[in-house]
């Protein structure tokens, strides 16, 4: 409900009996306003480029650019309360793009087993190092003590090889390249009288030779460095190994087939196409199912005391399943207590309600060309104030099924709607997504049945409801037509029903609200022929049975004719149908 029809309401101080008729449109989210602190930082200019004064035409020049770019990777969305394709080649291209990258991720993460793998375990505290620098300071010696070490060190090395050359035996290979390589070291130092450069030539010929000393510290750092690189070789060695995990959702394995598709596409949908918000909500759907342990809830008994609190009956003019929550069930103290009294009683309900659910959506094939959302009948009549108990109607409840339930409700369309649910409305609306708002159509007593006639025919609509469908076994079925007519004020109907050969007629009709008066009679086409009273004329108050049924044996073609007296100051909503039965 937009903020302006509830600040209407609020001024005019509705009262009980006032009317909400309100059709919630697609309307963005404002944009949050910065604050000092949330202020953008200033654009730091490029050193290289002087800056130029912005003139008008690159001003426009720039909105361009920046509409382009924000049309080109805009994701287009429905508008429309129908329900979105889920056929591949119907998606735009965008919208294909992201089902790819979320199926990468998901077939990622199901070769990974993250799905049901435990979480990791928290990085251990770093120690912090000692400064380096300090040391190294401390111990570097001065280079002009460098060199004469290293001096020293390399005469008493070319003397240790000519002493060992002289000893060694040329059978190895290796022997004779080590020989070769001290014959060129001795000549190079007979050859130069230089002091300083036959040490840096015969360092050259040393380090070829002589293998340098091995540091066992330099060793065991290259040994734990390569540890983890090993381990992680074996891991993934391992992975390739294990086959990737199986996780299904509503009886669909994910990834198997194109209804895998359709279930993605609602998380994707309920994100609006964020990839990664919709992986991480698909992530946490998949946990709390098991933790919540969905598949053992399904075979669970929980009773009967809300049958007639939530049920499903019948489907929409599209032909989506239609599920009614009657609240007004609640002023039944008895199931009242029982339902929400205390927390375990509560929790059982809602348990109750997931369960409920559950089987419904498993009643989905998730073919994409099929139907697999729900429409919601949300009946306010005589219902109790609740809501406003922040401990039996909690916005943790909502979410929960907002979260793990995406895209599954087509239309929300709440019906006898008190004026009290204007606050409760504004409790629950931060806990619901624009999407889901979008969704939600609201009508008042008197408008109810003409708003819900918009989406679900007549002969679909249970009585209670104010349609003509009715549970047993009854004359009629939802397979038969109803006519709908509009009943002026201070007007009288008539409606005729014409009958061609012997038979008998039956028909049923009811009058939302009645205060009218209500006659039938039999007028045969013969003339001279009698006029037979069905009915006799009567006033139908609406504290009677909501719906009223007749039937006629015809011997001779003529028809049936139906009167309504409406002489009330309020038009009417007449609902009738009728089916010939043939007599033998």
């Known amino acids: 409900m937009t903020e302006e029809s509830k600040n209407s309401a609020a001024e005019a101080g509705a009262p009980p009996s006032a009317e909400v008729v309100t059709v919630v449109a697609d309307v963005p989210q404002a944009e949050k306003p910065l604050t000092q602190t949330e202020a953008p930082p200033a654009p730091v200019p490029e050193p290289e480029e002087a800056q130029k004064p912005a003139t008008t035409d690159d001003v426009v020049e720039a909105e361009k650019q920046t509409k382009t770019a924000e049309e080109e990777t805009a994701v287009p969305q429905s508008v429309s309360c129908n329900e979105e394709s889920y056929v591949l080649a119907e998606l735009p291209e965008l919208q294909k793009k992201a089902l790819e990258e979320f199926k990468n991720l998901v077939r990622d993460a199901l070769n990974k087993h993250q799905f049901t793998a435990p979480p990791p375990p928290p990085p251990a505290p770093k120690e912090e190092e000692p400064k380096a620098e300090e040391k190294t300071d401390e111990q570097e010696p001065p280079k002009e003590e460098e060199k004469k070490k290293d001096e020293e060190e390399a005469k008493t090395e070319v003397k240790t090889v000519d002493q060992e050359a002289s000893k060694v035996e040329p059978e190895k290979e290796k022997e004779k390249e080590k020989e070769k390589a001290v014959v060129v070291v001795t000549e190079v130092a007979t050859v130069d009288d230089d002091g300083a450069k036959t040490v840096e030539a015969i360092e050259e010929s040393v380090v070829s030779v002589t293998p340098a000393p091995v540091d066992e510290a330099t060793s065991s750092a290259k040994t734990e460095a390569e540890e983890p690189k090993k381990k992680e070789e074996e891991k993934e060695e391992q992975e390739v190994c294990v086959p990737p995990e199986e996780v299904s959702i509503w009886g669909i394995p994910l990834l198997a087939d194109d209804r895998s598709d359709v279930i993605l596409l609602k998380f994707l949908r309920a994100r609006d196409y964020k990839v990664k918000e919709a992986f991480n909500m698909l992530k946490n759907t998949v946990k709390w199912r098991k933790e919540y342990g969905i598949d053992d809830l399904i075979e669970e008994d929980l009773g009967s005391d809300w049958d007639k609190v939530v049920f499903s009956h019948g489907v929409d003019k599209e032909g989506h399943p239609v599920c009614y929550n009657v609240f007004g069930e609640f002023q039944n103290m008895e199931l009242y207590q029982n339902t929400f009294s205390d927390e375990e009683k509560r929790t059982k309900f809602i348990k109750w309600r997931i369960q409920f659910l559950e089987k419904s959506i498993r009643k989905f094939d998730f073919n994409p060309t099929a139907i697999s959302t729900i429409v919601q009948v949300n009946d306010l009549k005589n219902s109790p104030g609740f809501f406003l108990n922040k401990e039996l109607v909690t916005g943790q409840a909502i979410q929960l099924l907002q979260d793990n339930y995406p895209e599954f409700v087509a239309k929300q369309v709440f019906i006898n709607v008190p004026w009290w649910y204007l606050a ?4 629950i609306s931060p806990f619901l997504t624009q999407r889901t708002k979008n969704k939600f159509v609201y009508a008042g007593p008197s408008k109810s049945a003409d708003t819900l006639f918009k989406y679900i025919a007549p002969e679909q609509v249970p009585v209670q409801q104010g349609g003509l469908s009715q549970d047993g076994d009854q004359e009629f ?11 002026k004020p201070s007007t009288k109907e008539t409606v005729e029903i014409p009958v061609t050969e012997t038979s008998v007629l039956v028909w049923e009709l009811r009058v939302l609200g009645w205060n009218v008066s209500y006659g039938a009679e039999f ?24 719906v009223i049924s007749n039937s006629f044996k015809v011997g001779e073609p003529g028809k049936i004719v139906l009167t309504i007296d409406n002489q009330s100051s309020k038009k009417k909503k007449l609902l009738y149908r009728s089916k010939t039965k043939i007599c033998s």
């Open 424 to 427: 409760f409305s504004r409790v």
């Open 477 to 487: 079925t939802s397979s038969d037509s109803v006519t709908e007519v509009t009943i």
């Open 523 to 546: 007028v045969p086409s013969t003339e001279g022929h009698y006029t037979v009273i069905v009915q006799k004329a009567r006033k139908v108050n609406s504290t009677e049975e909501a």
